[in-house]
């Protein structure tokens, strides 16, 4: 066993964001397992794996996209959802077992908007505009083929969308997690409003980059009047989709200036950018700096939580130096070894993420779990 790096000692400091004293700056990516019951509640099996990754030292855990009404925000069969009563309380165990290893955990909200692909409620799409997400449906959550053309919101379902939202997070708060987190990325509805291909609205919500902001700003503001000040509320922020992978903004620095600049004027505590790799520049052609860095720079007020294959210490590190951002999420090296801050901090073996590759075979959560990656085929 060898010391800690005197570099990647950051990620092991403590960090205060709003009220939750987190004991390190590790935290767990949102992850969708399609693993709750049909009709949306947690499972016991969930807290068992939610559990699995605050023993292993991750001070805050954000959970699965979670579906927030029973009309179109579900994306795929067997997600969870904070959408009635019965699925807030199923997710009081979830978050009394986090709480009891000392870490915090955030509830991620959903709307799957033009990606959906499974819903127990109701059928069709709803997003931005009658625009098709590219791309094909997610084998790995139990889809094929092209997505279905969605609906334009109506004036009165972006108000039903922004208010289920809100009823969510009070709904989260009640089950004992800590805060909520917007899903703004990858091409789900939030991310839909803010793409200019997938935007033709001319009320408000479409045309400019700052108007594509408003629904973003608008849902941010009624979580936030709904749950109060002393919660934590952030929100999801990328480029690229799970429908477009590669996708980036069009109007490249100054467009994030813009978003991040419009999420800052905002009662948000934090962003969280989501990269194909953190530390990368988000516009090579025109800037050296990683999406974490603009945020840094154009939302100074605001957490910056930095994801994209940040796979061991010294990535990590990089991000948390002069990488822009205050706390790390780990996704596929996290699901490789549910207790990666541990090891890193023992300086102990850190196994490779789990292969993209390995995605369609793996549907459920015990597959995950029980799933131990070969180092020497695993890709990047
Ligand atoms: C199986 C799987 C499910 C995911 N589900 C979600 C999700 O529900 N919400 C979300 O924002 N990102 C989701 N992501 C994206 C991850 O949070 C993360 O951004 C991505 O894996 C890149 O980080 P990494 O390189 O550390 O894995 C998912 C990724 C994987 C591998």
Redesign the pocket.
């Known amino acids: 066993m060898s010391e800690t790096p005197a570099s990647e000692s950051t990620l092991h400091e403590p960090y205060g964001l709003k009220g939750l004293d987190l004991p390190n700056r590790a935290v767990l990516?949102?992850?969708?397992?399609i693993s709750a019951h049909g009709d949306g509640r947690a499972t016991e099996r969930m807290r068992d794996y939610y559990r699995s990754f605050a023993e292993g030292g991750f001070g805050l855990l954000?959970?699965?996209?979670i579906f927030t009404d029973t009309a179109h925000s579900q994306g795929y069969l067997d997600q969870p959802g904070l959408a009635t009563p019965e699925d807030g309380e199923s997710w009081a165990s979830v978050t009394a077992a986090v709480h009891e290893q000392g870490s915090s955990i955030v509830a991620?909200l959903?709307h799957a908007g033009p990606q959906g692909q499974g819903n127990a409620y109701t059928s069709g799409l709803r997003s931005a505009s009658a625009v098709r997400a590219r791309g094909e449906q997610a084998g790995?959550y139990r889809g094929s083929g092209p997505y279905e053309v969605p609906d334009a919101l109506s004036a009165a379902e972006i108000g039903e969308v922004t208010s289920s939202f809100a009823a969510a997070a009070v709904r989260a708060r009640e089950a004992g997690f800590d805060g909520v987190?917007i899903?703004g990325?990858?091409g789900y509805l939030v991310d839909a409003f803010l793409t200019d291909y997938l935007n033709e609205r001319t009320d408000g919500y479409g045309g400019s980059p700052l108007a594509r902001t408003r629904l973003a700003r608008e849902i941010i503001e009624a979580v936030r009047a709904a749950v109060g000040n002393d919660f934590v509320v952030g929100i999801?922020i990328?480029q690229g989709k799970v429908s477009d992978a590669t996708h980036r903004w069009s109007g490249g620095v100054a467009e994030a200036e813009t978003i991040f600049g419009a999420l800052a004027g905002t009662a948000v505590d934090y962003v969280?950018t989501?990269e194909?790799?953190?530390n990368a520049p988000a516009f090579p052609d025109e800037d050296a700096r990683s999406l974490s860095q603009l945020a840094r720079e154009f939302a100074p007020t605001l957490t910056v939580i930095a994801?994209?294959?940040?796979?061991t210490g010294a990535e990590a590190a990089q991000s948390l130096g002069d990488g822009g951002a205050d706390l790390v999420?780990?996704?596929?090296?996290?699901?490789a070894q549910h207790d990666w801050p541990q090891r890193v901090q023992q300086g102990r073996e850190v196994l490779e993420?789990?292969a993209?590759s390995a995605?369609g075979e793996?549907a459920t959560l015990q597959d995950?779990e029980l799933r131990v990656p070969e180092p020497a085929s695993s890709s990047r």
Do not use: C, Y
């Open positions: 990516a949102p992850m969708t397992r954000v959970t699965e996209g991620q959903m790995m987190e899903h990325a990858n999801r990328s969280h989501t194909w790799k953190a994801n994209g294959h940040l796979d999420a780990i996704g596929k090296a996290a699901l993420p789990l993209p995605f793996l995950w």
